[in-house]
Structure formats: structure tokens, C-alpha cells
């Protein structure tokens, strides 16, 4: 069936560097996607949102970029801190708001 | 924003036991909630979708007669797990959808994290 994956399981930066989280999705139907950051025994937390109309959108710290061309989405987090520590998913929205999540990855901030 | 309240947000059982998780929307309305597995070091994976006043929706390869789910009332929707098994252990989600659509109108409870010994 359709998926949504990661290309990185694991990414260690450190404090104040820029941080580039990856995410390939399969279904090319796909109109809406999400980020979320899940920290430890918690569940996922909106980080930010984009339609597929749209290649590139904007919040506080983070960007998210789409290219759809190579069916690629990407989470931008600049000047990494330590409390942005935690587990990274990309999801697809397939109608209905049912979510499809990817693999996600583990995104370390050392000091 | 929004808050999901998930209850217990862990628990722990004997073999055979059946485990009820509470999902409830604490200042909207849901007419749609989502139960989710993770297993550790893995993602989210779907199992169903709860629809109030009618049958949930399971995913493919989910038994709806192990995993139970009712969702009497736009604020709560439970998720029973019958006759647990260790193999059911792991780290259960709910989300709940509010009124207006969206991505961002999904709201995600804390987890319960269920231990079948």
C-alpha cells in the first residue's frame, strides 16, 4: 500500500546549528502533510502543516518545504536547541483526517 | 489549544485480562477519533477510526473483536483490549478530531502504555 518514509533514523547536531529533517512519501495523491515531534512516552505534537498547493511555508523556527516533483517533504529547525530533542514524524493526510505516519527520526542536540 | 485527555497513561495486566483506555475531548467536540499503536522505536501505526454513535472502522489486519471500541458520545470514545496477550503490549494513541477539518484540528492524547506480563 501507499507509505510515508524516512530517509534518516537518526541525527545528532548540535546546539545552535540548523537541523534538516527528511521525509519521502509514495502516494503522489497526497494533498496535505504534517509535521510532529513526539517526545519520550508522550504522543505527537503539531509542529506544522502543508498543503500541496504550496512548496514552502513558514513558522517560528521551523520551515517546511515540499517538492512534489520527487514527492519529497523536509523540516527545517533553526538554531537547534535542547528542547528540541525528540522524535520527528512526517504524515500524510489521506482523507477523512486519517493520518498516515512515517518512520520517523530521532533528531539529538548536543551541547 | 484543544486537549485530549487519554486514560490510564499506563497500565499493567495479566494475560487474559481485558484493559479499557478512555479518550476524551476536554473543550470540543469530536465526532471522530483514531486509535493508534506504537510499538518502541517505531512509528504510529493506525488501527482505527471511531465515529460517534456508529461502528468504528478498522484497518486492515486489525481484529475488531480483540480490540473493542465505542464511542458513545462526542466527548469520549474507549478502546478495550480483550483477553490481553504479551504480544499486545505497547504504547496506545488517540486522537480526536475537532469540528472544522484540518490537520491541525487533530489532536493527539499522552499515550497509555500498556504491559501485558
Known amino acids: 500500500g501507499e507509505s510515508v518514509g524516512l530517509h534518516l533514523p537518526t541525527l545528532s547536531v548540535q546546539e545552535g546549528d540548523n537541523s534538516i529533517i527528511n521525509c519521502a512519501y509514495s502516494?503522489?495523491?497526497?494533498?496535505?502533510f504534517i509535521w510532529y515531534k513526539q517526545e519520550s512516552g508522550k504522543g505527537p505534537q503539531f509542529i506544522i502543516d502543508i498543503r500541496s498547493n504550496m512548496d514552502k511555508r513558514q513558522g517560528q523556527r521551523v520551515t517546511v518545504l515540499l517538492n512534489k516533483t520527487v514527492k519529497h517533504l523536509s523540516l527545517q529547525i533553526a538554531a537547534t536547541q535542547p528542547g528540541d530533542s525528540a522524535v520527528y514524524f512526517c504524515?500524510?493526510?489521506?482523507?477523512?483526517?486519517?493520518?498516515?505516519f512515517g518512520t520517523g527520526t530521532r533528531l539529538q542536540v548536543f551541547p | 489549544g484543544a486537549v485530549v485527555s487519554q486514560h490510564p497513561s499506563w497500565v499493567i495486566c495479566k494475560s487474559g485480562t481485558s484493559v479499557k483506555i478512555e479518550c476524551r475531548s476536554l473543550d470540543f467536540q469530536a465526532t471522530t477519533m483514531f486509535w493508534y499503536r506504537q510499538f518502541p522505536k517505531q512509528s504510529l501505526m493506525l488501527m482505527a477510526t471511531s465515529n460517534e454513535g456508529s461502528k468504528a472502522t478498522y484497518e486492515q489486519g486489525v481484529e475488531k473483536d480483540k480490540f473493542l471500541i465505542n464511542h458513545a458520545s462526542l466527548t469520549l470514545s474507549t478502546l478495550t483490549v480483550t483477553s490481553a496477550h504479551p504480544e499486545d503490549s505497547s504504547f496506545y494513541i488517540c486522537s480526536a478530531k475537532a469540528v472544522g477539518t484540518g490537520g491541525e484540528k487533530l489532536f493527539f492524547g499522552s499515550g497509555t502504555q500498556l504491559s501485558v506480563l
Open positions: 502516494n503522489s495523491a497526497s494533498d496535505y
Open positions: 504524515a500524510e493526510n489521506e482523507d477523512t483526517d486519517k493520518l498516515i
